[in-house]
């Protein structure tokens, strides 16, 4: 079976329209998110079975947001109900000099809420290829650390290969007061596969890693993170360069245990129209590549691809088709046939 299952929690984002300020705007347009579900839907429009782990409110708000993820084709048959409310996060674009803005609310969610061993993880993973799990998870606090490292020690033990996206919140870890690095060390630990920044590794390592490298630290952070990993084999990350507020160039490098590191060119992305989820859409495209069985080299750019698209897709999800992805790899993104 080649079925990928990613844990963690939904969120309802609510964006204020256009270019207007939270603080003034009359409405709010509302989709769903949460990172690994974004990864989720990915890998659902791509054309993998896919299932979702988690919980939501006992209310509309759950159910709408677990209708949307089935309506893109993720298996929600292990998404329960629990006592809490949904997580929001209330999103501000940015204009000109303005960078965009996200405030959370999300605290005592019916996810983070839930009992770190009310998932029975043996039953989850039977059949499963691959775990998707994300740094949000263990910032939400003590259940949401715990099971995010049961999940990732019996996805090990039942030979289940594990993708973790570093995707660190600091506001998060701060609102919760522990120490993120014995949290992210652990976890890091059980993957395979990081999607990962210097910032995400320098902190679960406890150590600094300087950003003003010409790589921005991730050559460093690689090494370290191949050193203190025994299971990882390949750290990936995207390399955002901002020219503009709404202008920016993105490109991708993968590091392999081996020894080996593929970089890519950029994509000038001008006029973006939604950025947030680049990372979930990239980690998505990996793990594409991976089910695929493509080289390194190949499943990179490809990843780096559906990033890109990302930026042309209002909203959290990266609905686009494997074909779009070939298209834009081969040069025909701009054609209609
Ligand atoms: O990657 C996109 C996420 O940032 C967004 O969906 C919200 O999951 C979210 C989070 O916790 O930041």
């Known amino acids: 079976s080649r ?3 990613c844990f963690g929690e939904l ?3 609510l964006a204020a329209p256009a270019s207007e300020r939270l603080l003034q705007s009359p409405r709010l347009d509302i989709c769903v998110g949460g990172a690994e579900a974004n990864v989720a839907v990915s890998l659902a429009r791509l054309g993998h079975e896919v299932a979702m782990v988690s919980v ?14 089935r309506r893109h084709g993720v298996d929600t048959r292990s998404v329960r109900a629990g006592a809490g409310r949904m997580g929001l996060y209330f999103l501000e674009a940015g204009a000109i000099q303005r960078p965009s803005r996200v405030l959370y609310d999300r605290a005592g969610s019916a996810f983070a809420r839930a009992d770190a061993d009310s998932y029975d993880w043996p039953a989850l993973l039977d059949g499963v290829s691959w775990l998707h799990l994300s740094g949000v998870t263990p910032a939400l606090g003590a259940s949401g650390a715990a ?11 039942a030979g289940v290969r594990i993708c973790f996206d570093g995707n660190f919140r600091s506001s998060l870890w701060q609102e919760w007061g522990v120490d993120p690095a014995p949290i992210l060390h652990e976890l890091m630990s059980q993957a395979d596969v990081l999607v990962a920044d210097h910032r995400d590794i320098a902190v679960a390592l406890a150590t600094q890693i300087d950003p003003h490298a010409a790589d921005g630290g991730l050559a460093k952070a690689a090494e370290l993170a191949f050193a203190a990993f025994p299971n990882l084999q390949r750290l990936a990350c995207t390399q955002r360069q901002q020219r503009n507020v709404d202008h920016h160039a993105l490109s991708a490098v993968l590091f392999h245990r081996d020894g080996s590191t593929i970089s890519t060119p950029a994509y000038e992305l001008p006029s973006i129209v939604d950025r947030i989820g680049t990372g979930d859409a990239f980690a998505a495209g990996l793990l594409h590549g991976l089910l695929r069985e493509m080289s390194d080299e190949a499943g990179l750019h490809f990843a780096l691809a559906a990033a890109s698209l990302k930026h042309s897709v209002p909203g959290d999800f990266n609905l686009v088709d494997a074909q779009e992805i070939e298209d834009l790899l081969s040069g025909n993104g701009f054609h209609v046939r």
């Open 3 to 5: 079925k990928v299952l």
């Open 11 to 13: 969120l309802l984002r």
């Open 56 to 69: 939501v409110a006992d209310n509309a708000l759950g159910q709408a947001a677990v209708g949307e993820l």
């Open 147 to 157: 099971a995010a490292i049961a999940a990732a020690r019996a996805a090990r033990q």
